[in-house]
């Protein structure tokens, strides 16, 4: 029998950043649009960012959307904390060159305030995803002190250093995080708490270069086309079947593109393929238990 590869619908909800609508309902409607595919394709099995930045500081972390929230984790989804520090600042806050990631005075409270709220409210994130798959060990340190032990950041392959994103040598499948380092392994008998699901990758590079950007050589939905996400996803398939081991990866997907109906339709078409073709799909939470007892 072909070793599985559980997947996790990783959910980006930022907002078109060059078209927001200033209506909520225009955001709730493309929300509502992406629950359905998942309900409808994955089980309800997916875990959903909420957005933070210098635009949207707590937009999102107020009505209509906590009801919404509050209807995904029901359903059976969860929550990731997704601050957007660079891409979403405002013309006072736009840094020049370099990123608000490697700024753990400016990132430390932001993530101890948002994580709290949503504590408060019952809602508590499962996971966490940096902008840009920036990440950094001081921002690892404070989500382990506001309890959230998954990330969702990693693209395997990726290095763009001027934005934290240190991944070209990562692993292709989940691993728990080493201390020296976000992108490394934690080694046999090394303690480590931060489980890290990468987006899957098949391997390959468009130039001998590292890439900073995602393309269709990942599980990216509007990024590729629906051959090329198959194309991934069979070499996964194959990759765990060599190794005789399971593999957790994640696919991305962004709600922002939900009334296109080519990308929508193909997000649906390419959730349906991955679990004809020994896919599972799972939730954050779920994926590292299933690691812990392999």
């Known amino acids: 029998m072909t070793a599985k590869v559980y997947f996790v619908v990783n959910i980006d909800s930022d907002p078109d950043p060059e078209n927001t609508p200033p209506n909520n309902d225009a955001v709730m409607e493309k929300y509502r649009i992406t629950k359905e595919i998942l309900d409808d394709h994955a089980g309800g099995k997916g875990t959903i960012c909420i957005h933070t930045s210098p635009m949207y500081r707590d937009r999102f972390f107020r009505e209509p959307f906590m009801e919404f929230w509050k209807s995904w984790v029901d359903g059976g989804g969860e929550l990731t904390l997704h601050p957007e520090e660079d ?6 806050t736009r840094l020049e060159s370099g990123t608000y990631y490697n700024d753990i005075e400016h990132m430390d409270p932001i993530l ?3 994580a709290r ?3 408060d409210n019952n809602l508590p994130f499962a996971a ?3 902008g840009y798959h920036g990440l950094t060990k001081n921002i690892v340190h404070v989500l382990k002190k506001i309890k959230i032990n998954i990330d969702l950041t990693c693209a395997p ?3 763009w250093p001027e934005k934290a994103a240190h991944w070209a040598e990562a692993p292709l499948e989940a691993f728990y995080m080493s201390s020296e380092a976000c992108w490394k392994k934690a080694q046999k008998g090394e303690e ?3 489980f890290e699901i990468p987006f899957g990758w098949d391997g390959q590079r468009r130039d001998a270069s590292p890439n900073r950007l995602l393309d269709e050589h990942y599980l990216v939905n509007e990024f590729s086309n629906y051959e090329a996400l198959c194309r991934v996803w069979d070499t996964i398939v194959d990759r765990a079947a060599k190794a005789d081991s399971p593999q957790i990866v994640s696919i991305l997907c962004h709600t922002y593109a939900m009334k296109d109906n080519e990308l929508s339709g193909r997000c649906a078409n390419i959730l349906d393929y991955m679990t004809r073709h020994e896919g ?3 939730t954050a939470r779920e ?5 812990d007892e392999m």
């Open 87 to 92: 891409l979403y600042s405002t013309p006072e």
């Open 112 to 114: 101890r305030a948002q």
């Open 117 to 119: 709220f949503m504590e």
């Open 128 to 130: 966490y995803k940096g």
């Open 157 to 159: 392959g990726i290095h």
């Open 192 to 194: 480590s708490s931060m």
């Open 280 to 282: 599972v799909p799972v």
């Open 287 to 291: 994926a590292k238990k299933i690691y």
